[in-house]
């Protein structure tokens, strides 16, 4: 990563700062004693750039504490109130929160069909444990959401063809699925 610009903001007694969505890195200097509460939240404006985030931190072996609680989770229950919204009304979804649920849609899709899977039995556990129980079907909430998706121009271009057509040439890939569905 290429640092294009450094700034510092000076911080008072009393004072309230709100840090950009997605601020990978920064670093805070206290001189005196001070109580400071930090904390992330997770909006739907940025969502490819929190999966991303997200995809480091488990590359990189973020210990669970360190990173966002629950964040599969949220993603399967962001993914289920934005089908409703789509298929409601739509006009107060922003093109940026079009393209995060085009992105939110290919993530939730990886992780029900990953490429390569070392221990399947472990792998399927986990995967229960990130989808919550209130999602009885995923599969059948991602085919609604791709469903939705394709209603919207150019958004059809953006998903991954080998998802819709898959490709003769390519291996077949083993889908995972949870057996009490």
């Known amino acids: 990563m290429i640092i294009v610009a450094v700034t510092s903001i000076f911080l008072f007694a009393f004072y309230f700062f709100f840090s950009p969505a997605n601020l990978q890195i920064h670093a805070v200097y206290t001189p005196e004693d001070s109580l400071v509460i930090g904390g992330n ?5 940025r969502i490819g750039e929190q999966i991303a985030i997200y995809n480091i931190e ?3 072996q973020v210990p669970a504490k360190f990173r966002f609680p629950y964040f599969e989770q949220m993603l399967w229950y962001a993914s289920k109130k934005y089908l409703e919204k789509l298929k409601g009304n739509s006009s107060d979804i922003s093109k940026a929160e079009m393209d995060g ?3 939110l849609y290919q993530f939730l899709n990886q ?4 490429p390569i899977i070392s221990n399947e039995r472990e792998y399927r556990k986990q995967l229960k444990s990130w989808i919550p129980p209130e999602i009885q079907n995923p599969e059948y909430l991602l085919k609604q959401l791709k469903e939705q998706l394709y209603k ?5 271009n953006r998903i991954d063809v080998d998802t819709i057509i898959p490709n003769p040439r390519k291996r077949t ?8 569905q």
């Open 41 to 45: 939240f997770l909006h739907g404006y």
């Open 58 to 60: 488990r590359r990189t």
């Open 101 to 103: 649920i085009h992105q």
């Open 111 to 114: 992780m029900l069909n990953p």
């Open 152 to 156: 919207y121009p150019g958004i059809i």
């Open 173 to 180: 890939k083993k889908r995972v699925r949870l057996k009490d």
